[in-house]
């Protein structure tokens, strides 16, 4: 059982854009990596069929407390894979509904004209042509080091550093043992996407994060200043949670929110080898926190990446997003708008970064302007990051303020971000520069936020 729950966990974590595949595998804590890659990619690979089995053979309706990850893991295995040679009460639960499931699988050939299996599986999309565009990139943990260190550490190992990036066509460029500082966010550097540090020592100790540019953004637009009060509403695996204590040096409070019991252990883990300290990791649905307990009565800053449909996701391992149905959309839409909702409400709340890993208008643009209409003039969007390239669409007045990634326009994963800020009459217009970027010596006049910082002369711990 304990493999198709690490193999529920990943998928969830794509959905979320918490990483890439190979990433979320590594982190899982499975101790069989293989056999959980291999399952997990099968899974991927088979997505778009799963989803039409499942809905065809109302498995969820059926079996409301089946968690839909675990559900496509069970199914493939059941049908495509092994065999469901372990399982326990979930394998029992998935056998009940077998003929249902192969009666559906028939008619799936049926309609299609095929006999095998496989022949069900679309041709290859873009997804992995977009999948080998997308370089590595690697934040670099100022908690336990600096930049330079990194740098040098790399040339030690025979990498070619070629400096900063001046352009998306430089990072697409990049081959071989070459890499580049980003172009955009000051601690990130890029590597060909092929690149493969899972085994590097950096990462083992925690020096740096294999955190793709897009999952990047949240936390550097949230920028809350040292000593801030701080919550990461929906934070599992947690690097996100660790960029947030980066860029608040340590100092402060960060509140960590995730319902499930291992992926709090798993964040746990994740935490303590980046080295945060000031983080409390909550067990608890974020929809049930009372904002006006006392604890979070300082609470200045909250980032908001909840479940959505990972349609933005590029894999890098073989596999192929499904398109949600409309209902799925609907129903993920309206779980965000309403957890949207809810973090706006905790009082002391000054400025809040709302994110999704989907392309889909419904959870993006959608949720934002239904939450502020809500809510009135107590909260306005800021235009965020104003040299960004991709802008959020024009759904509504403001829509533009808001920022979009995709592999073809930027080189990340696909991704949405909406800063909003509290209002009070005859405050100054919101700023597109984070507070805790406003603290750092800017390179040069008119710089835009996430340019590199200047050389420090102060390194911390290294790796030599």
């Known amino acids: 059982m304990a493999l198709y729950r690490a193999a529920a966990a990943v998928l969830a974590g794509l959905e979320r854009g918490e990483g890439g595949l190979k990433s979320l595998v590594y982190n899982s804590g499975f101790p069989h990596v293989r056999q959980l890659y291999a399952l997990v990619s099968e899974t991927l690979r088979y997505a778009s069929v799963l989803e039409k089995l499942l809905d065809g053979a109302a498995l969820l309706q059926a079996e409301k407390k089946l968690p839909p990850q675990l559900a496509k893991v069970l199914v493939y295995d059941l049908l495509f894979g092994k065999g469901l040679k372990c399982g326990g009460r979930w394998k029992a639960l998935a056998r009940r509904h077998r003929a249902r499931l192969e009666a559906e699988l028939a008619r799936m050939k049926v309609r299609h004209k095929v006999s095998r299996n496989e022949d069900l599986l679309a041709p290859e999309k873009s997804v992995s042509t977009a999948a080998s565009q997308v370089p590595r990139y690697v934040r670099v943990n100022i908690l336990k080091t600096c930049v330079d260190d990194v740098i ?61 540019k897009a999952s990047c953004l949240p936390a550097f637009l949230l920028g809350p200043v040292a000593g801030s009060h701080v919550i990461d509403a929906c934070a599992a695996p947690g690097n996100k949670t660790s960029h947030l204590a980066a860029i608040l040096k340590n100092k402060g409070q960060i509140f960590a929110f995730d319902v499930d019991p291992k992926r709090v252990a798993t964040m746990n883990t994740l935490l303590t080898r980046a080295g945060v300290t000031g983080c409390q990791l909550v067990q608890q649905d974020f929809l049930t926190v009372d904002p006006r307990d006392h604890k979070y009565s300082r609470v200045t800053h909250i980032l908001l990446d909840p479940s959505c449909s990972g349609s933005g996701m590029v894999t890098r391992g ?88 995709s592999p073809a326009e930027t080189l990340t994963h696909g991704f949405f971000v909406a800063v909003l800020e509290r209002w009070r009459e005859g405050a100054a217009a919101p700023s597109s520069l984070p507070a805790a970027a406003k603290e750092k010596p800017q390179p040069g006049e008119g710089t835009e936020p996430g340019a590199a910082p200047e050389k420090k002369k102060k390194k911390k711990q290294g790796v030599k």
Do not use: M
């Open 152 to 212: 040098e550490f790399f040339k030690r190992q025979g990498y070619a550093y070629l400096g900063k990036a001046a352009s998306v066509e430089e990072l697409k460029a990049l081959s071989g043992k070459k890499f580049l500082l980003d172009l955009h966010l000051p601690e990130l550097l890029v590597f060909p996407s092929q690149t493969d540090l899972h085994d590097n020592l950096l990462y083992t100790s925690g020096h740096i994060i294999l955190q793709d």
């Open 318 to 405: 073989p596999g192929e997003e499904a398109a949600p149905s409309a209902e799925r959309l609907q129903a993920l839409a309206g779980f965000q708008r309403r957890i949207l909702s809810h973090a706006l409400s905790f009082p002391a709340l000054q400025r809040l970064v709302y994110s999704t890993c989907s392309l889909h208008q419904e959870e993006n643009e959608d949720v934002v302007q239904a939450v502020l209409q809500e809510w009135g003039s107590a909260f306005r969007l800021v235009t965020a990051f104003p040299s960004w390239p991709c802008r959020g669409l024009a759904a509504f007045s403001g829509a533009e303020s808001c920022l979009r990634a």
